[in-house]
């Protein structure tokens, strides 16, 4: 079952250069949640799952803004950074639906999305846990006197745990070459965010740590983008972190079944009226990029595409009892097939000789 | 007698605890306005209002040590922590401040406070949401730990926990969330923290387990030709050494059913003690039956065999009664 | 061996309303320390010791401003607060000599201070972990109806640590009475504090909760006890909590035989300039309230008063052998003596026939 | 041959390591400019400048996190946690995150870092930094611990720690930093991390310890008039189940001298693990000398009645030796 090819995730990253690439990754976000969604009620997935619907744009500027050989960290909430980043959507659901064809060859599921080739962590499921192992690879970035960058992204309710104020602080004092990226939704969990956080605009939590900070509305791919853009150059020029709050929304509920019924009436609806694929779309349309009739055909077309990636997922073998006791440790079974970041014998980072899991 | 689910025992339980005593105060992500991740707070904070049913922001370590020193000044703080990995980014403050509080201040300082978590495997939740991890607390002096098989104990231990002047954690089996049982709700139902039961009476061989397990070892000792004593642990420290040496001594025959690797489960601690305790009476070897020394995968072909069901359960049992010797764990014959 | 009176703490809290006693009690607690220097050179203390002079006015300005029925938490740098709070010199001695009659019975050490019956909680030796019990202590109060308040004591090198972000945040936005007062002496351990936090004044930190807060001149006793005055008031008054930066200076090292080579030349002897003892006594003669020659005798006296101390807690018992098993929890060995704060029934939260610790 | 301290063959393995490997980095409190609170850095600053020896904030959780990430991307950091009880901030990192994230990403991401600690009682820091907490790490799948027991063990495993590709707990027993041993401080001396060896041979009872009570448990075979076998445990996570187990067959006897309490100590599992493969060759049961259930106490008279000493550790071989049962512990005589 080899429907990605080779070189598919740091094809698809370097694809969002194009600007009806953006718009079709978002679009094509937006349908693989919808079809988790679908999944989940078909009794496809197991345990927990969590839609970043309404945050398209966010992970998408993000992508667009720093480079294949960057380290990311993100959440549980983490299906559409994978696929911005360049995971394929094979991937993303199989991982979803524990098929060996996964990221994660189906022991991760929803919460442990990964492409190293691409530069994404095992996504985090513990709250706070990615950002200072976003510090340790900006750290090892340095170190090993690369250019590349670590992102760490979260969301608002994460910004009131212990780990965020030692990471913040940590990367801060040693200047490291990273961002932090934190997903306002206005949410953690169930917990409106003015329940838990004194504060509103999170970006003033900056101040603690002598750290830039910007705001941005992340409905807008181009503002996401470009605020990113500027902090990681800022980062790659040795000038050290930037903490950059987007603005956003997540229209499913936290998690599975949640309907957000302790969300205030009309807030959804207010915010999907700035929904960030018509934003786009409006854009490009005015931009002359696209046809104002393709909108629509793409969006169709990516749906049936998503469909495709869902039926092979399903159709596609379930891990073997093998993968249970293989990779605990170096003496385990499992092919031996570490990812050597930044290594200089290769490009992409990937070593040499070492076939690419996203293959598999 | 009602069926009820462990949830709803759970629920119960803390209601009546509230009801019953002013000083009771619940603490936890969520617990309040949403009734908690797995409903075991629902309709609370409607009951008894903000102060007393805390909904925390996402800092485990804060409302931890809140409900540490709550605890202290007089309060009963009963502290929710949504998967029991979640206590990894706040483990100090039970093990290492509320377990030597009273030692230090010389029983001046006390801290009576409860924190239940959901924990353990079987639903798909993967490897950092799927642990029972008992072994973070188990044995520090100070704190004591149970774990409930059903919505009957469930309510006694809670009640008995909350009840406890010192700290107790109580890991409830997530999957018996919505399980029913055969409970009456009679509020003043306590299990002692301590005692274990013995759920299945046998002369052949004595199986402790406890948690999600209890089915698994119940369901094992029906299919088995043996004649199967089941002992419910409920609690894992101080654990009931008495009555499962008294078994042992009956049986000839120990067995130890854990939800963990060897390396962090309870049954190292029961079998060498019970090893010392009723060695001239031992027929065979005490046999642990244990997961394998890997992390529970996600997929539920995958969950499923990592999982010791009933007949890998039994067939271990009828070999060791049968040649004195259990079989090796599947993992070591497959690697 | 009975030096202390009955109600030794409370009283000596008490007595902290006059003038004279405020300066007595900054020079008992530089004598205490420079006892314990001398004890540990001598060898009668094992493990660990971490003085705190040059600190004496926050201690005293803190005891001063609050209440007996207050609660304290503070750090292993917590002799002096222990007797400005109110445990007497013999407590604090014989406690960092392993004895009997020491606020712990012998079993804690220079780490585990204490004294209920004057507020303190046995001082923490993990840092950052005595803000969140102080959390819970606020908690109790507001819950329990009472105006009580807590009060979080630690270094400035603790607000780096998770435990001090995770309090600040869930007091803000629960509008706990407490107060967060650091004692930013410049140093964590031997490090510096520009080398581990990006900002100066720490006070800048609780902008991220939306929390007041102030600088202030820890080596003047009343400007500490006027800003912990004000914001105690509100914190009783129901409007919240405060942090307090006191910038302070420890003259000896950070611990034990640290000779504090790491301190920039003259540091030391700048800040021994605005010596706190000096600055109130100086103050005390211009008002009158104490004669210019007395302030020797008064220095004497206490020093002589603390060599008795100290010869008592040496001549004083070890603890017998039953201590090891108990009070472990409530089914061990040990008389049940659990301090009961704000019962309704007795003053200073005593319960009614308990025997109070500190006459053992 | 050259006596060193323990503190000094920590110091020559981290310098020696770092001379022969770029991606080798430490990181930790006053590790740098201060040269560790235990002095086991000193100089190291200096040699490999800032960028390698790196002094953090007080911020366990963080700094451990950022070694996780360091080591995934190329680095091989070892985290200096000035005492072990400081991991209870930081679990989460090792625990749940470094634990899976080889498991989790099938190989690609591994964690080739170091957690060394000072750990363990016996000199007054009383009961929040004396404890060895192996248990918080022990048996977690993907993780492992060892401890040694001078200098030389000291070398040999930090070597074998930070040649592993994956995370590895050392806990340095903090009272034998001063303590000086014979060690030639080869370079290229390794002790591999899962392996125990045999310090003093003999017939009639194997004595299992680990760290500081290896001294202890000498001192005790020197004394009693029984022919002891003491095997140095060095790893606890895996350890050595078959040089134990082929002692045990040759002896019939087997006791073990933990630095921890019954139920966090890893004498359990041991136990449990070596009746289950010497059943046949018992000739008594299986014995363990453990702390009590209490809290380290400050008092030096205190500690030292709390801490197993040779003559008591004799006095239980002796009897176990003699009479085939070793009396009941001190504190259950005398309670
Ligand atoms: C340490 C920890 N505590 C609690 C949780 C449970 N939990 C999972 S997601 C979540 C909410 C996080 O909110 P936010 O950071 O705003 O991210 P969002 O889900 O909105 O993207 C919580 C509390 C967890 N996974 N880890
Ligand atoms: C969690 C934790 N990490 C590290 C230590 C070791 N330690 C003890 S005191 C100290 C420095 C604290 O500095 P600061 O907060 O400024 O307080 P000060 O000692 O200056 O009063 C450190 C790092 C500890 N006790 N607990
Ligand atoms: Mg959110
Ligand atoms: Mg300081």
Known sequence: ?360 | MALMRMRQAVLKALDDAMAADGDVVLMGEDIGDAGGAFKCTEGLIGKYGRDRVIDTPISEMGFMGAAVGAAICGLKPVVEMMFIEFAGVALDQLTTEAATMRYLSRGRLTVPMVMRASAGAGQGFACQHSQMLDHWFRGTPGLKVCVPSGARTAYGLLRAAIDDPDPVIVLEPRILYGEREEFDGDPAFRIALGSAEITRPGRDATLVTAGAMLKVALAAADKTNADVEVIDMLSLAPWDRKTVAASVARTGRLITLEEAPAGTGWGGDVVAAITSDAFGALKAPPHRITLPDAPIPYSGALEKLYLPDPEYVTAQIDALVRNGRAPAAWWKEAS
Chains 1, 3 share one sequence.
């Open chain 1, 1 to 360: 079952m080899t429907l990605a090819n080779f070189n598919a995730p740091v094809a698809r990253r370097e694809a969002l250069d194009s600007r009806r690439e953006q718009l079709a990754r978002m679009m094509e976000i937006r349908a693989v949640e919808e079809r988790i969604q679908r999944l989940y009620s078909e009794g496809e997935i197991r345990g927990s799952t969590h839609l970043a619907n309404g945050q398209e744009a966010v992970a998408v500027g993000v992508a667009r803004a720093t480079r294949a050989d960057d380290v990311v960290t993100c959440t549980y909430r983490g299906h559409g950074h994978a696929l911005a980043l360049g995971a394929t959507p094979l991937q993303v659901i199989a991982e979803i639906c524990g098929r060996e064809s996964g990221a994660a060859g189906g022991v991760g599921g929803s919460m442990h999305l990964m492409e190293p080739s691409v530069g994404l962590l095992p996504t985090f499921a513990i709250v706070g846990a990615g950002l200072p192992v976003a510090c340790g690879a900006a750290l090892a970035a340095r170190t090993r006197g690369t250019d590349n960058i670590a992102v760490a992204i979260f969301g608002d309710g994460s910004t009131n745990i212990g780990a965020f104020h030692e990471s913040m602080n940590f990367a801060a004092i040693r200047r490291l070459p990273m961002l932090f990226v934190c997903e306002n939704n206005l949410y953690g969990e169930y917990t409106r965010i003015e329940k838990s956080t004194p504060v509103t605009d999170l970006a003033v939590r900056a101040a603690s740590y002598a750290m830039p900070s910007a705001i941005v509305d992340g409905q807008d791919v181009d503002a996401v983008a470009e605020a990113v853009a500027t902090a990681a150059a800022r980062a790659r020029a040795g000038d050290g972190p930037t903490f950059i709050e987007m603005k956003t929304y997540r229209y499913s509920g936290h998690s599975r079944s949640d309907p957000a019924t302790y969300r205030p009436a009309g807030e959804l609806a207010e915010w999907q009226k700035r929904d960030p694929i018509d934003i786009l779309a409006a854009r490009l349309v005015g931009e002359g990029a696209i046809g104002s009739g393709e909108v629509a055909d793409l969006r169709a077309a990516t749906a049936a595409g998503i469909e495709e990636a869902a039926q092979a997922a399903l159709a596609s073998a379930h891990p073997s009892p093998d993968a249970i006791l293989s990779h605990v440790t170096a003496a385990s079974p499992g092919e031996s097939n570490r990812w050597n970041f930044w290594s200089k014998s290769t490009s992409g980072g990937r070593p040499t000789g070492t076939p690419p899991s996203a293959t598999r």
